[in-house]
């Protein structure tokens, strides 16, 4: 291990260099203008795989963007790590708020800023460059490896599972191990163990057939803005709790145990409502900000159009107003139960003056992985060693999808193995990664490749 850790020492400003390629290019999933840098994104990948040394390297299409696999299969006898990741981005608007550009990779100070830095091909490159460590010196790994990047994680991973299902021997491993959350804060390195799901809606209310003169018109029509506002607005009771009917009904309470778990960490609301701006937090009545975060289902308002919003002033009654509603979801909710809940409770509440018009967009379920699992005791292990501290455990409350296809169609659990941080701004201007925990990271990724097959073989003798 001498040897890789001081390689990856050695390296850092070539790593650094070829990471800012990566960054380079724009690969916004949700934009079909961009369909030629997601294929240039691939194609960048697979050239850099193949020149650190893996093997099998190849482009596979899906109905969507394409999938970029590769392995390293030489190790007999040795478990086998599938690593998951995800190469598409978020779009980089508002683009004016970013000090940088959002595809000029830019170091300042401990921070590399750029979109995609934290989430997720800053946390991709990680495992390459373990990767290249090994390869590089003396051509071997501790562990097989399979690597599976995706294309379409912020757009919901739509074409994954069918990929997945039709793919199943190629991606057949021991464990799955994905670095695409976070770390508890900056100097706490953390295990995941549960996401949230989520359930994303399109609401559209329409009044009357065409936009109207507000003078001639107003008084005799109900303004759809009017509904629709009033409608999210009872979406949340006086303590903060969903009205959606039904909502709560498939919630895991919160054991006694975890609740105490969480409140063992080190947490302080002032301090992080001051980091937000905020002069108090607000949630669900009953629970702790942790709880609110990562263990109860909440529901977000996430755009909202309609009438007239540009310079000046026009009086219009519009005909139409539109939202944008996410629900993020919590063990054992369904997305597409809580869908077709939400679905319901709007047709319901709507007045008899408009029609209203619900449409499920993407969504995900939630999950939660065992945490006394060989894979997450080497990922313990491998954090104490790259990080110089004792992990905690964490839950997140973002998605990713794909986890619980994976343990349905392959029947392997995920290791969320996270080198993000909670206020590196994902999906928001200024994205960066803290270079600390980017190479702490690499350094990491390379331990748990080393640790792996020790905790493999006590954990398979334990079970035997
Ligand atoms: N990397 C995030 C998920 C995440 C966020 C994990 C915060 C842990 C902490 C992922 O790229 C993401 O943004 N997922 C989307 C999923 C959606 C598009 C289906 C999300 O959570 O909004
Ligand atoms: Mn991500
Ligand atoms: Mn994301």
Same mark, same amino acid.
């Given at each position: 291990?001498?040897?890789?850790?001081?390689?990856?020492?050695?390296?850092?400003?070539?790593?650094?260099?070829?990471?800012?390629?990566?960054?380079?290019?724009?690969?916004?999933?949700?934009?079909?203008?961009?369909?030629?840098?997601?294929?240039?994104?691939?194609?960048?990948?697979?050239?850099?795989?193949?020149?650190?040394?893996?093997?099998?390297?190849?482009?596979?299409?899906?109905?969507?963007?394409?999938?970029?696999?590769?392995?390293?299969?030489?190790?007999?006898?040795?478990?086998?790590?599938?690593?998951?990741?995800?190469?598409?981005?978020?779009?980089?608007?508002?683009?004016?708020?970013?000090?940088?550009?959002?595809?000029?990779?830019?170091?300042?100070?401990?921070?590399?800023?750029?979109?995609?830095?934290?989430?997720?091909?800053?946390?991709?490159?990680?495992?390459?460059?373990?990767?290249?460590?090994?390869?590089?010196?003396?051509?071997?790994?501790?562990?097989?490896?399979?690597?599976?990047?995706?294309?379409?994680?912020?757009?919901?991973?739509?074409?994954?599972?069918?990929?997945?299902?039709?793919?199943?021997?190629?991606?057949?491993?021991?464990?799955?191990?994905?670095?695409?959350?976070?770390?508890?804060?900056?100097?706490?390195?953390?295990?995941?163990?549960?996401?949230?799901?989520?359930?994303?809606?399109?609401?559209?209310?329409?009044?009357?057939?065409?936009?109207?003169?507000?003078?001639?018109?107003?008084?005799?029509?109900?303004?759809?803005?009017?509904?629709?506002?009033?409608?999210?607005?009872?979406?949340?009771?006086?303590?903060?709790? /969903?009205?959606? *009917?039904?909502?709560?009904?498939? %919630? &895991?309470? #919160?054991?006694?145990? !975890?609740? @105490?778990?969480?409140?063992?960490?080190?947490?302080?609301?002032?301090?992080?409502?001051?980091?937000?701006?905020?002069?108090?937090?607000?949630?669900?009545?009953?629970?702790?900000?942790?709880?609110?975060?990562?263990?109860?289902?909440?529901?977000?308002?996430?755009?909202?159009?309609?009438?007239?919003?540009?310079?000046?002033?026009?009086?219009?009654?519009?005909?139409?107003?539109?939202?944008?509603?996410?629900?993020?979801?919590?063990?054992?909710?369904?997305?597409?139960?809580?869908?077709?809940?939400?679905?319901?409770?709007?047709?319901? /509440?709507?007045? *008899?003056?408009?029609?209203?018009? %619900? &449409?499920? #967009?993407?969504?995900? !379920?939630? @999950?939660?992985?065992?945490?006394?699992?060989?894979?997450?005791?080497?990922?313990?292990?491998?954090?104490?060693?790259?990080?110089?501290?004792?992990?905690?455990?964490?839950?997140?409350?973002?998605?990713?999808?794909?986890?619980?296809?994976?343990?349905?169609?392959?029947?392997?659990?995920?290791?969320?193995?996270?080198?993000?941080?909670?206020?590196?701004?994902?999906?928001?201007?200024?994205?960066?990664?803290?270079?600390?925990?980017?190479?702490?990271?690499?350094?990491?990724?390379?331990?748990?490749?080393?640790?792996?097959?020790?905790?493999?073989?006590?954990?398979?003798?334990?079970?035997?």
């Amino acid at each position: 291990m001498k040897k890789i850790l001081s390689y990856i020492e050695s390296h850092h400003d070539r790593y650094l260099l070829e990471v800012k390629e990566l960054l380079a290019i724009p690969s916004v999933s949700s934009q079909s203008e961009r369909k030629p840098e997601m294929r240039r994104t691939a194609e960048w990948l697979k050239n850099h795989m193949k020149n650190i040394g893996l093997q099998n390297v190849q482009i596979l299409e899906t109905e969507g963007h394409p999938v970029v696999y590769a392995d390293w299969l030489s190790a007999v006898g040795k478990p086998t790590i599938l690593i998951y990741g995800h190469y598409d981005v978020q779009p980089e608007d508002p683009v004016d708020l970013w000090t940088t550009p959002p595809f000029e990779a830019t170091i300042r100070g401990e921070n590399l800023y750029a979109r995609g830095a934290s989430d997720d091909k800053g946390q991709i490159f990680i495992h390459l460059k373990a990767i290249e460590a090994f390869l590089k010196n003396g051509g071997t790994l501790p562990v097989n490896i399979k690597f599976i990047f995706e294309g379409e994680e912020e757009i919901g991973s739509d074409n994954l599972p069918k990929f997945v299902s039709e793919h199943k021997d190629l991606l057949k491993a021991d464990v799955i191990v994905i670095s695409d959350s976070g770390m508890f804060a900056k100097g706490v390195p953390s295990v995941t163990y549960a996401l949230r799901g989520l359930a994303y809606m399109e609401v559209e209310v329409t009044g009357p057939n065409s936009d109207l003169h507000s003078g001639s018109f107003g008084g005799s029509v109900h303004n759809p803005i009017q509904v629709l506002t009033k409608m999210i607005a009872s979406l949340h009771d006086k303590n903060g709790r /969903i009205t959606v *009917k039904g909502m709560y009904d498939d %919630v &895991r309470t #919160l054991t006694k145990a !975890e609740r @105490a778990a969480f409140k063992k960490l080190p947490w302080n609301d002032k301090t992080y409502a001051k980091s937000l701006g905020l002069k108090q937090l607000y949630g669900e009545k009953g629970f702790t900000t942790l709880e609110r975060l990562w263990a109860r289902p909440t529901l977000e308002c996430n755009g909202i159009w309609g009438g007239y919003t540009g310079e000046g002033a026009k009086t219009v009654l519009p005909s139409k107003a539109f939202a944008k509603i996410s629900m993020r979801l919590v063990p054992d909710q369904s997305s597409a139960k809580i869908a077709k809940l939400f679905e319901k409770h709007m047709k319901a /509440i709507a007045p *008899k003056t408009i029609s209203v018009k %619900v &449409r499920y #967009l993407n969504g995900g !379920e939630p @999950a939660i992985t065992p945490v006394d699992s060989p894979g997450v005791k080497a990922a313990v292990a491998a954090l104490e060693k790259g990080f110089g501290k004792k992990p905690l455990y964490q839950r997140e409350g973002g998605s990713i999808p794909i986890v619980v296809d994976f343990k349905r169609l392959l029947g392997i659990d995920s290791v969320l193995l996270g080198f993000g941080l909670p206020d590196e701004n994902a999906h928001a201007p200024n994205e960066f990664i803290n270079l600390d925990n980017f190479f702490g990271g690499i350094k990491t990724a390379a331990h748990y490749y080393n640790e792996l097959p020790q905790f493999w073989k006590s954990g398979k003798k334990k079970n035997a």
